[in-house]
């Protein structure tokens, strides 16, 4: 069975802080893992990730995957109250219709 | 844009009661994806089709159903509702690497 691990679950700062999230997952045929941005409504799409080592960024967002290790980050530098969220990630299979396995979540809560 | 829509946002219905979530999308993708997102377990998923006519369980299957007579429309169906299926419903199509939401069910089940 596959499975995705998420931590922190919830992390408080304060804007202009730099936040670091973490996912570890056990994906069989792994194929990609991908971050989600969720407001009190459906998940965005932020990332995906397919080879190690590199970077995607956009903005202050910035995800990185490490395929030997079994893990991905998700950093936000400068954050603002418009980031709190919960950020989702999720891995993928590569023979699987598009069916994800979603860790548990991370609260983001950022005071001004 | 994909648009993937949900017909209701929020619904109350009773234990024992036969529950319909409908979902549609608009851009011809053959996989749609069920999930229900509960506090600190995440998005799991209950069924997916990928094709019409065609479903697969997914990780939480019991006590749902699900129908997919037309390419646009996934159906989940709640066969006779019960408390600890109060949740927030996630309806999602999937195409080139990428899954699209619906804004979500918030079902509660009295």
């Known amino acids: 069975e596959d499975k995705v691990v998420q931590s922190p679950l919830s992390l408080v700062v304060h804007e202009g802080d730099t936040v670091t999230l973490n996912c570890s997952y056990e994906v069989t045929n792994f194929r990609s893992l991908l971050w989600y941005k969720q407001e009190k409504k459906a998940p965005t799409f932020l990332f995906m990730l397919?080879?190690?080592?590199i970077e995607k960024k956009s903005g202050r967002l910035s995800s990185i995957l490490d395929k030997k290790e079994l893990f991905s980050i998700l950093n936000i530098t400068a954050t603002q109250t418009g980031d709190s969220a919960v950020y989702l990630c999720?891995?993928?299979?590569?023979?699987?219709?598009?069916?994800?396995?979603f860790g548990q979540g991370t609260i983001l809560t950022v005071h001004p | 844009d994909v648009k993937v829509t949900q017909s209701s946002r929020y619904l109350v219905k009773r234990t024992g009661e036969k529950v319909f979530l409908e979902c549609v999308q608009d851009?011809?993708?053959?996989?749609m994806f069920w999930y229900r997102q509960d506090p600190g377990l995440g998005l799991r998923l209950i069924y997916f089709?990928?094709?019409?006519?065609?479903?697969e369980k997914g990780d939480i299957p019991e006590g749902y159903s699900v129908s997919r007579e037309k390419k646009e429309r996934f159906s989940l169906i709640l066969e006779s509702a019960s408390t600890n299926q109060t949740s927030m419903y996630l309806c999602a199509s999937y195409l080139h690497n990428e899954q699209f939401f619906g804004p979500g069910t918030r079902l509660t089940v009295l």
């Open positions: 851009m011809d993708h053959e996989n």
């Open positions: 999720a891995g993928r299979r590569g023979t699987s219709y598009g069916k994800l396995t």
């Open positions: 397919t080879s190690s080592g």
């Open positions: 089709s990928y094709d019409v006519k065609m479903k």
